[in-house]
């Protein structure tokens, strides 16, 4: 079975820039949850997506947004970037049940590194 | 809040010799807890994971036990090897959302 796969897997952006980055999860996996790395934060939650409605959001301003599509592949945007912007997305899917049972257990992608210049 | 603490690092060990991370989390309820290792230039990959109190997980030689009494999740390996060398994240499911560790660097020499 396939991995989550990522697109791009490196970009490079300048300020003021939007960009788009784009997960597939595993077949099957209905919840995408992305996630920013940073050497200063280290790895922070920004939302999930659960049958295309956002069912969890991090504290992260209101540049970053996402959706999902009916096939459960989603998309993370970033509006307007700041340098501080530039760090590792991964995104993660799990089959997406309910309560605190094996099926949530996340896989991640290999990442987008997005520079921001 | 919820957290999660680990040992810090950079750990530098010998091949074969024994390894502890140290991990305790701060969290409502008894989440599942998850161990996490990262190589350069890559995502993150499962390690192990534990569900419930006293579960201990297990995988490649690693293994870790869910220990309710003192919210730790311990990580151990009898013999590390050089190829073990990577970031090792401790995190704990809340809901659908991780909170990681800040990741424990591991060096493993010839």
């Known amino acids: 079975k396939a991995g989550v796969t990522q697109t791009p897997r490196y970009l490079i952006k300048t300020r003021g820039q939007q960009v788009t980055l784009s997960c597939s999860p595993i077949?099957?996996?209905?919840?995408v949850s992305w996630y920013q790395q940073t050497p200063g934060q280290g790895l922070q939650f920004l939302f999930e997506y659960f049958s295309e409605t956002q069912r969890n959001k991090g504290n992260f301003p209101g540049r970053f947004s996402g959706r999902q599509f009916s096939n459960s592949r989603s998309e993370m945007n970033v509006s307007t970037l700041e340098l501080g912007d530039s760090a590792l997305y991964l995104c993660a899917s799990s089959l997406g049940g309910r309560g605190a049972t094996l099926a949530d257990t996340q896989y991640f992608g290999p990442g987008t590194r997005l520079t921001v210049l | 809040g919820d957290s999660v603490t680990q040992m810090e690092g950079p750990v530098t060990l010998s091949e074969e010799a024994f390894l502890t991370i140290n991990c305790t989390y701060t969290a409502t309820g008894y989440p599942s807890l998850f161990w996490y290792v990262q190589y350069p230039g890559e995502g993150l990959q499962l390690l192990l994971k534990?569900?419930?109190?006293?579960d201990k997980g297990s995988n490649k030689g690693f293994e870790a036990t869910y220990r309710k009494e003192t919210t730790s999740f311990h990580l151990e390996k009898g013999s590390v090897q050089v190829s073990d060398s990577a970031v090792y994240f401790c995190?704990?499911?809340?809901?659908?959302?991780?909170?990681f560790g800040e990741g424990t660097q591991l060096t493993v020499n010839p």
């Open positions: 995190a704990f499911l809340s809901g659908s959302r991780l909170t």
């Open positions: 077949s099957g996996h209905r919840s």
């Open positions: 534990a569900t419930k109190a006293d």
